[in-house]
């Protein structure tokens, strides 16, 4: 992984690529890689659809090793959502395989003077770039597809929908899993659009004769290895609930601690919640035939993906994720299990990220397009996004944008970007990352979650301002370089609780790269990565202005604990200050 | 001219109104009391559709006096369109009837508790408000209609179209004209919308009993008003050139430098030019019984407006203004005077801004929505946004939402706000305008037209960077003492290059106000409002990165002088460093 491959897809006489050493940007691996790239060679004003922007994926610093859970793949680009810089994660099969086929990165540059659509294939051979406009406007599952027929069942897949196409503001940028079918996607902020704009629909990834990145100290690392994987089966979310019900474990947690945004924020519990909880689907999958425990790429221990089946027991899309549950279903005051997976498998194949997609519906419902708890409606509108007709169009561009075509005011989103599933009203400390994060509002920037709610890495009272400052911004530092791992940040859950899981995975970085890592390493790493992200965004427009979110949240209290935003802005002022 | 009347659109038992000393605002007029009412009340923060925002208008402090060319009238808020400060001015009969009235300032606050639309009636016995739910989605023709029906011909109003109501951000503010006819717009940045919100659909002003405002000193100033309007009538743009083909003798003098933004400002040139030139359209207006010269306002000495009629010699609309006829031509593509004028009447009816609609239109057509020089298409897209339809809705929000549903980069907007009708790489001093306005892209902000292309207050190379900054701050100081007095701006093409005519108006101000105002104290005065708005516009969020152009002005050249806008964002730094 000493290689950077750079695509110039504006060339004169067609795409053409080049491999280049990793110079200064040695040492870097995912988010921390995407990151210095973007700040360092797009220029921050710059449009995100014009021929300045970049598109870099990034595997971690530890994919294609042995390193349990080490499978992340980062996408990064200025942001047609936010206008600032984006880093967007997924897992799947891409990282480890990019990883072993040697690059550390894949920058798509420039704008095809033409029309065209290209397939990128890399393998042991090298890179073959193809004109492939018989793929145009194909959703991810067909495309995929293709990519199998032409090309295998070894591979795996980095594509965008029609919405990348489109060049829609909530599209993705897919990644296969192990069944080879488009399901990870690195969803927020529109890097989907940015592939389109590049011309590429698909990067088809081939290791086969390719051999596992090695450790500097391999007994060192196998032994690391070993404790941390058994560190996070010993933890109760890592090593229980994900697995039996994956992410969407959180549906009744949440609900419970009255955080569950319902009906575009108006509410923090759901009548419905239990209907599409974790538990619920797991059922389901079980008595149908399908999986409520599985991995979405090989080495991975905690196994919080699933397989939908539908009522004649065939595959219907992944399990979907505690996120999409939410959006789609309590946040438009949907209780169909069945309806939101067919959602779900609607928006995997148009390539567009399930949290802007719920969010944006959630508005649109707000201003009368449809009904709160009309689920063909939602289906239907989703469709228009993937036809692209003018209403389509509107939602494709996320919540804000759709707020505003509506005249909407009550639109829940930081920085141009939706919302995750927990009202910051009720979180308080999540309110806190969605309103500071470089990224907009994210929860995985900093997922004060489980402080705030889980009882994990110790207890903050999520009602209440006091002591939020503080867990956001220790976690974003956190999250920022483990981001650049490659690891799953599920692994933070064992981390925070186990001090020893924690020194394991030390261990085992250390171990990789023979340079020993420490807890003021991880630190100092998640600051530089945030500076440079806080540096670019000011660079692009940002203030401190931007980091604030939206006024109704400090105005209407949220039923049922009846609380607003009470974060002052002189606070979130000093989440940077450290 | 000595209360201030508020209304609390919000209030628990429907609208109430109440009538209030001017307070720390005496001395305000026009923009000087909007943006001063807007900065200090306003929570820079607040959403521009929430109640927290505010819809103030303010005649000028001459409106209602004797003084010539004195009927401006001031709309200000938070910008739906910007998210900004806004004033928007416009001409009519209102201002004058307002100031007679007594009114310094209407100020709408709060929002309606439910979803009634209400009529505003004022006249000397008072304030009378009324729930008006039948004007709803009424054009503003149609309601204007129904209020004479209602309150007789001694009338102004002041309304929305449907733009409005449906809270778009390309919504106006419409004002009748001498005819008692929705003509004459506060157009840019969306204040429609804000009233809108308000629930308000028309203020019905009558003046019947009431008396022009006295001056302090009348013989005085009875012969500096005499003398001002001559040096009006001295001057060969406000003496000759506006009074015979109103403000579009500008489309031939632009086209010609090469400066006439065409086909979404891919060229300087339009072979159509001709077709739709002031010129021509005079020539139609007489033949076909129309009126090229008239004013828009009692008191107007240049006598800009018109009166278009359809080759049946029936009232069509105003004789459209060159930056509607640019807006909906040259830069669509469209040559077609009468085409053209139906759309104005449309945009009129509808409340929507001419300058917004067109650019957008544009976008659209880039955006292969429609092609360049289709009329009959750009019609059904007006159409569109009167219906409300998911297309209607993204235009009517204006080219920067446009531009990014259909992820187009070629978007000619500053702050969200579209650009007028001079390309900004060949008149560069105009692009210091519009990059550096607290308004966003705007014209009238800062016009340096002047000596950058019509020879007026000295000549600085339109080509080059090279004193342009000098030339829009001055422009942008004076501007803002301008539309703080009521007078029409064109008074500048006199007063830059007659220093006598300057000091006419100096000595017809002192001789109203009974205080001596000097150069100084215009200066002084401009310095204090923009300094305001600026201020204001810091605290919602904007910075030096939103003094812009969009990057494909540095990157194209435009022919037919192929040059590229040069002015450094340095130098833009540089404008308010006074």
Redesign the interface.
């Known amino acids: 992984m000493d290689k950077i491959l750079r695509f110039d897809m504006g060339a004169e006489n067609g795409p053409v690529c080049r491999e280049e050493p990793l110079g200064k940007y040695a040492g870097m691996g995912g988010r921390g890689m995407t990151s210095m790239i973007i700040s360092q060679e797009v220029?921050?004003?710059?449009?995100p659809?014009?021929e300045?922007n970049k598109l870099v994926i990034a595997p971690g610093l530890l994919s294609g090793s042995a390193a349990a859970q080490s499978g992340r793949i980062s996408v990064g680009c200025k942001s047609?959502l936010t206008g600032g810089i984006k880093e967007s994660n997924s897992g799947g099969q891409a990282s480890q395989v990019l990883a072993r086929l040697g690059y550390a990165a894949i920058i798509l540059e420039g704008k095809p003077l033409n029309d065209n659509l290209y397939k990128i294939v890399i393998n042991k051979n090298g890179v073959v770039i193809t004109e492939n406009n018989d793929l145009k406007l194909l959703g991810n599952y067909d495309t995929v597809d293709k990519m199998k027929a032409q090309h295998g069942d070894k591979i795996a897949c980095i594509s965008i929908g029609p919405a990348g196409e489109?060049?829609?503001?909530a599209a993705t940028v897919a990644f296969t899993d192990m069944e080879i079918r488009p399901t990870r996607h690195a969803g927020r902020g529109g890097s989907g659009?940015v592939m389109?704009?590049k011309g590429v629909k698909v990067i088809v990834l081939d290791d086969t004769g390719m051999k596992m990145r090695p450790p500097k100290d391999p007994d060192k690392f196998k032994e690391a290895n070993k404790r941390f994987a058994k560190g996070l089966k010993r933890h109760s979310v890592t090593g229980e609930g994900l697995p039996a019900y994956g992410t969407n474990v959180l549906t009744n947690i949440i609900n419970e601690a009255g955080a569950f945004p319902t009906n575009n924020f108006s509410s923090g519990r759901f009548d419905g919640a239990s209907a599409i909880s974790g538990e619920t689907y797991a059922e389901l999958e079980t008595k149908r035939g399908g999986r409520p425990t599985h991995g979405c790429h090989r080495g991975c221990v905690i196994q919080c993906s699933g397989i939908f089946v539908d009522k004649d027991g065939n595959y219907l899309t992944k399990q979907p994720e505690y996120e999409t549950v939410w959006s789609h279903g309590a946040n438009c005051g949907i209780s169909d299990p069945d309806l939101i997976a067919q959602i779900d498998r609607l928006d995997d194949d148009f390539g567009l990220d399930t949290i802007e997609m719920g969010a944006t519906i959630g508005v649109a419902m707000e201003a009368g397009v449809a009904k709160f708890g009309d689920g063909e409606a939602a289906i239907k509108l989703v469709k228009e996004v993937g036809k692209g007709?003018?209403?389509g169009?509107?939602l494709g561009?996320g919540a804000a944008?759709t707020g505003?075509?509506?005249?909407?005011?009550r639109v829940p989103t930081v920085k141009g970007q939706s919302m995750p599933a927990y009202d910051p009203r009720a979180v308080q400390g999540i309110g806190v990352t969605y309103a500071t994060s470089p990224m907009g509002a994210d929860h995985t920037a900093g997922y004060a979650v489980t402080a705030n709610v889980l009882g994990v890495g110790g207890n903050v009272d999520p009602l209440k301002p006091e002591g939020q400052i503080e867990l956001s911004r220790n976690l974003q530092i956190a999250t920022a370089s483990i981001d650049s791992t490659g690891y799953c940040l599920f692994i933070a859950f064992a981390i925070l609780d186990q001090p020893d899981t924690f020194q394991d995975m030390l261990d085992v970085i250390s171990a990789f790269t023979g340079q020993e890592l420490t807890a003021d390493g991880v630190t100092a790493l998640g600051k530089k990565i945030l500076k440079s992200e806080r540096d670019f965004n000011?660079?692009?427009?940002?203030?401190s202005?931007?980091d604030?979110v939206?006024?109704?949240f400090k105005r209407e209290p949220l039923p049922p604990h009846n609380v607003t935003f009470a974060v002052t802005d002189e606070e979130l002022d000093q989440v940077f200050n450290w």
């Open positions: 220029p921050p004003l710059c449009h659809l014009g300045e047609p489109m060049k829609m503001a659009a389109g704009v007709t003018p209403l169009r509107i561009s944008v505003k075509v509506y005249g909407i005011e000011f660079q692009a427009g940002f203030s202005k931007d604030r939206p006024g109704f």
